[in-house]
């Protein structure tokens, strides 16, 4: 659910410690002075920021770590470098244990718990859509769907799922949507 209105959705700092880290994307200086300068500040990181710092930071990532790629790609590569951050977090740990025991099945369909640890607000349906195949869903018109295609291209390497696609199907002002399948 998301938040009300007039409400200022917030994100956790462990959102940010996650994706800014040596097995994520690692802060270089410039790196660093940019994201000081729209207000996110790693060495004094506070509990929470609001909504757009994050988008704010994921295009700052994107354009530091990956300055060759076309910008999809660049999102996509800012998702995979969050995904092996996050595993390095306590609650990543957790996900990076069990996501093999589950399988691409299980781990997929708890998907949104673990998408809620770090983006409480992001509102997703899963549905299975055939056999190791789903489409997810979401209204957050403002969210970016190739960084969480990225996401779930980690994801599905990391539960052992062999030959894993992940495809922006459609993306609007009113949200997204992806098909995710594997072999």
Request: charged content about 30%.
């Given at each position: 659910m998301g938040s009300p209105p007039g409400a200022t959705r917030q994100v956790p700092r462990r959102t940010f410690e996650a994706l800014f880290r040596d097995d994520g994307?690692?802060?270089?200086?410039?790196?660093?002075?940019?994201?000081?300068a729209i207000g996110l500040d790693l060495d004094a990181l506070q509990p929470s920021y609001p909504l757009p710092i994050l988008r704010l930071a994921f295009e700052v990532a994107?354009?530091?770590a990956f300055p060759a790629l076309p910008e999809?790609?660049?999102f996509r590569s800012v998702g995979r470098a969050f995904v092996r951050g996050f595993k390095q977090t306590p609650i990543g740990w957790v996900f990076r244990s069990m996501a093999p025991v589950f399988g691409?099945?299980?781990t997929i369909q708890t998907l949104p718990r673990y998408v809620g640890s770090v983006r409480e607000d992001l509102p997703m349906e899963i549905i299975a859509v055939?056999?190791?195949?789903?489409?997810?869903?979401?209204?957050?018109?403002?969210?970016?769907?190739?960084?969480?295609?990225?996401?779930?291209?980690?994801?599905?390497?990391t539960c052992g799922a062999k030959g894993g696609v992940v495809e922006v199907i459609t993306t609007t002002a009113d949200g997204f949507s992806l098909d995710i399948r594997w072999g």
């Open positions: 994307v690692p802060p270089t200086g410039p790196m660093k002075d940019e994201l000081r994107r354009r530091h999809a790609e660049g691409p099945e299980r055939g056999e190791r195949r789903y489409q997810l869903s979401s209204p957050d018109g403002g969210a970016n769907p190739h960084f969480l295609a990225g996401c779930l291209d980690a994801v599905l390497e």
